[in-house]
């Protein structure tokens, strides 16, 4: 995989795209005045260097191969959690159950994807850790909020492990005429889902007016998201020669994708709000942010995934 | 060498954030007093601290806790050199001030806990009143208030198995000791400082 042109190339071109917006963002940096023009900076400045960690890892992670990228979404599913519940309350009857969700239902999901048992891991989650961990907490006695201690811990380990882990189980699908090329699948889900989410606030400033959801995000308007949507899913749609897909399939998966990732960003957000956050990076300063950096990735990577597989293999 | 590696080590494992609310002057004993619900807490605070402290702070253990296995004991006294106190019986001999002004009076720091036992981590208090005779013995000393919030999730009272959440430590500004200040008034002032560390 390491050799392939295709992805030399795909890299080059992002990482060109990535010395440009942090150029951009050095000069305008220089060259604020005003403190939310500052502010507007520093967050877009963030955001580029959170997309230089990105392309590092995903490069690298192109280049180990596949178990290299199982283990590697592995570890950020365990990040991800790790922010997930230490936002999300339980009690202390909860200990063992969340003990066996770290240590035991995570790293089993990523084993399951690294031997592509893919009857089992689309259903160990969701059915058997479903059913054992509430169990683990009932064992332990503690009733109170039980239905909302359940239903957080089952939600965590949904969103940040089982959503994220098909990701990488996108390497071990089997396509005619594209063995060997999977891995240019990811590029493809991460570019057109993360582009979207830049297109989406870039609409959203330039043009937007009338809000979606002013409760839940207030940035989030209906001009952006159909600005953002549709550049997304043209982009998509232009990169339809790396993927096994015909333009017009590529344009339809890259709305798909867009479109999970929106909901994605919206119901994190609303789990934010909830919680009394802005960030899950800002509450513990110096740590984490992964989870606000991949919320859109996990839920638009089983659409993509179980669309791939319906269609193509 | 050994403490430096098992302290970043204990702030990985807890995921810890120090905040310094209030930065502590470089010079002179203090006393970093802190709410407890955790094993961990001893260690994380310990291993919170910027290396020129650390090296000159000691904190208080109960010898019934660290001094009950052998890997216990070597942190305890080898690694963070705790001042381990008896809290079961407690006589004219062992009264646990008198080696916790001993430190202080050799210019190093201390750790306390000052509710004395781990709590279910919702609730601060009561501190009981070590605290105000350390104050009173050594006014000069800084008495500094440190939140721990989180670490009763990682490693709750009763369980061994440690959850890898992310915690905060966080250091505040000092309360001095008012002249003639009653001992139970210092020591509700003392339990507000802490507690007015922890984030909403």
Redesign the interface.
């Known amino acids: 995989m390491s050799a392939d042109p295709e992805v030399v190339r795909l890299l080059a071109g992002v990482g060109g795209l990535l010395v440009v917006a942090s150029l951009a963002g050095w000069v305008l940096a220089r060259r604020a005045r005003s403190e939310s023009a500052r502010r507007t900076i520093a967050n877009l400045n963030a955001r580029t260097r959170a997309w230089w960690v990105m392309v590092a890892v995903f490069a690298f992670s192109m280049w180990v191969g596949r178990i290299g990228s199982v283990v590697l979404f592995g570890l950020l599913s ?1 990040l991800a959690l ?2 997930f ?2 936002l999300a ?2 009690r ?1 009857g909860d ?2 159950a ?2 066996w969700t ?1 240590f035991v239902a995570t790293p089993l999901q990523y084993v399951l994807v690294a031997r592509e048992w893919y009857g089992l891991y689309s259903v160990m989650i969701p059915v058997y850790a479903f059913l054992l961990l509430p169990t683990r907490s009932a064992i332990a006695g503690d009733t109170e909020r039980f239905l909302e201690r359940a239903a957080k811990i089952q939600w965590g380990l949904m969103l940040c492990v089982y959503c994220l882990s098909h990701v990488p189980a996108l390497l071990s699908l089997r396509i005619a005429g594209y063995e060997g090329e999977n891995g240019k699948l990811l590029f493809f889900l991460v570019t057109v889902g993360q582009m979207s989410d830049v297109l989406q606030y870039v609409f959203g400033k330039l043009f937007g007016r009338h809000k979606i959801a002013p409760s839940v995000s207030p940035n989030k308007t209906w001009e952006g998201f159909a600005g953002g949507i549709a550049a997304a899913t043209a982009l998509g749609a232009g990169l339809w020669w790396m993927t096994p897909f015909s333009p017009l399939e590529a344009a339809g998966l890259s709305l798909a994708i867009t479109l999970a990732g929106f909901a994605g960003g919206l119901v994190m957000s609303a789990i934010k709000r909830d919680r ?1 956050v802005k960030d899950f990076g800002t ?6 942010g992964i989870l606000d950096r991949i919320d859109s990735l996990c839920f638009a990577a089983p659409v993509f995934f179980h669309l791939v597989r319906y269609f193509h293999t | 060498m050994i403490a430096d590696v098992v302290a970043a080590l204990s702030r990985t494992i807890a ?1 810890a ?1 120090v ?1 310094w609310v209030d930065a502590p002057r470089a010079a002179g004993s203090k006393v970093y007093f802190a709410n407890h619900s955790s094993h961990l807490d001893t260690l994380v605070l310990w291993a919170a601290l910027p290396r020129e402290l650390r090296e000159r702070t000691r904190p208080v253990a109960a010898r019934d806790y660290w001094g009950a296995t052998g890997l216990r004991r070597w942190l305890a006294q080898s690694v963070f050199r705790a001042v381990l106190i008896e809290r079961k019986e407690i006589r004219r001999e062992t009264n646990p001030l008198e080696p916790m002004l001993a430190v202080l009076e050799r210019g190093e720091s201390l750790i306390v806990f000052p509710e004395g036992t781990r709590g ?1 981590g919702e609730r601060i208090g009561p501190f009981k009143g070590g605290l105000y005779h350390l104050a009173r013995h050594r006014p000069d000393a800084d008495l500094v208030p440190v939140h721990i919030d ?1 670490l ?2 990682i490693l ?4 061994f ?1 440690p ?4 915690s ?1 430590i966080s250091f505040g500004p000092v309360p001095r000791l008012v002249p003639d200040e009653p001992r139970d008034a210092f020591l509700r002032r003392a339990e507000d400082a802490v507690r007015g560390l922890r ?2």
């Open positions: 365990f790790r922010e519940v230490t309350p339980t202390r200990h063992r969340l003990f770290f009394g509450l513990i300063e110096g740590h984490g | 995921g954030n905040r279910d989180n009763n999730r709750p009272k009763g369980e198995l959850l890898p959440l992310l905060c984030q909403a």
